[in-house]
């Protein structure tokens, strides 16, 4: 009889440990994560963000512009259509994005290629839109992007003139930085970008770290967990021992010690676990690399530098001086931009510049 109270009472426990872990918020996941809702009052607009990530070509960029504009909530807000046209613009210029030039030279002809593309994708926006009944506030842009793997340092150079190619802006993108010309500073002109040294922000963020080394840490962290089961392991051998010696414990004790435990430990690892194998989180200080950029004068260009996920609140362009630039968050590339109108080093910082 007390044996099959001890078997319930240990299978009770062990129910009871899972479901504790199972629905700790640690191990909470997002449902329907792909739309992600815009802050715009009132209005339940969501746009396919993720999505922008997996357009490779022409055929992609259209799928996915498709899907937005049929699937979104919709409501004729001018801030929605902005953001609708912004998305748009973006998918268009991913779908076509070629590869820097080895050399860092753009010709007329791969320039006119590219836009190309791009004016294939524009051409049959204006009857997805209609079907959807969505009046955009503008006309499209049409954008073209050229990526770079180059770690470090991109030269670039444009051919003389290219009043007769059919683009508005053209983007070149690093691992480190993004700079976007409008097609009034293309012809002719030259820009180099630079990885400077990492500068912290002056804001923190909070890491979760392994508290019991790499190796054997998941076991041992997990043993820890679900201590009440040792527990229960120590009671029964004491049981055995005195029993082995003809004394016994009363019967309610060993349930009594092993559902104190269970609430114990149910407690503990409510209270102290951070994940499936850490225990520990702590601020440090967040770090983006500067960016150097030398162009001529006269230019104006935008700069994009990614944040990778960090948190863009207070985030801001600033100058070598400090100063800031006029910064917004680009959430379709996770990145803060600003108009540069200078060479220079620039990096990001936090700061309140609300007033």
């Known amino acids: 009889m007390i044996k099959r109270k001890i078997k319930s009472i240990l299978l009770v426990a062990l129910t009871v440990a899972v479901l504790a872990l199972v629905v700790h918020p640690t191990h909470a996941r997002a449902i329907g994560g792909d739309f992600i809702p815009w802050p715009i009052p009132d209005q ?8 922008l990530a997996g357009i490779e070509d022409a055929a992609s960029a259209e799928a996915v512009i498709a ?3 049929t699937h979104i909530g919709y409501y004729p807000c001018e801030d929605a259509l902005a953001l609708m046209a912004l998305f748009i613009e973006d998918a ?3 779908g076509a994005a070629f590869d820097v030039p080895a050399n860092g030279v753009f010709y007329t002809d791969m320039l006119q290629v590219t836009a190309g593309v791009a004016q294939n994708i524009n051409v049959g926006i204006p009857g997805i839109l209609d079907d959807a009944g969505i009046n955009l506030a503008r006309p499209l842009r049409t954008n073209i992007s050229f990526v770079s793997s180059e770690p470090g340092i991109l030269n670039i150079s444009f051919p003389d003139d290219v009043s007769g190619i059919g683009f508005d802006n053209i983007t070149v993108e690093t691992e480190f930085a ?15 970008i630079e990885r400077g040294v990492p500068v912290a922000t002056g804001g923190y963020a909070y890491y979760t770290y392994t508290a019991y080394g790499n190796g054997g ?5 997990h043993i820890l967990d679900f201590w009440s089961v040792g527990v229960l392991v120590v009671v029964i051998v004491i049981w055995g021992v005195l029993a082995s010696r003809g004394k016994k414990l009363r019967v309610w004790v060993v349930p009594v010690v092993f559902v104190i435990a269970i609430a114990a430990n149910v407690w503990t690892l409510g209270l102290n676990q951070e994940g499936p194998d850490s225990a520990i989180s702590a601020p440090a200080p967040v770090y983006f690399y500067s960016v150097a950029v030398a162009m001529p004068p006269g230019m ?21 001086q400090s100063e800031p630039q006029l910064s917004r968050y680009n959430p379709f590339t996770d990145a803060i931009e600003a108009h540069v109108h200078t060479g220079g080093i620039y990096f990001l910082k936090e700061m309140d510049i609300r007033g």
Request: hydrophobic fraction near 45%.
């Open 44 to 51: 339940p607009f969501t746009l396919p963000i993720s999505d």
């Open 67 to 69: 899907y937005a504009v």
């Open 92 to 94: 268009i210029r991913r």
């Open 178 to 192: 993004s700079v976007t010309l409008n097609r009034e500073f293309v012809s002719g002109s030259a820009i180099r």
């Open 217 to 221: 840490g998941f076991i041992i962290s």
């Open 300 to 320: 104006s260009a935008v700069l994009s530098v990614p944040i990778g996920g960090q948190d863009p609140e207070m985030l801001v362009l600033v100058n070598e």
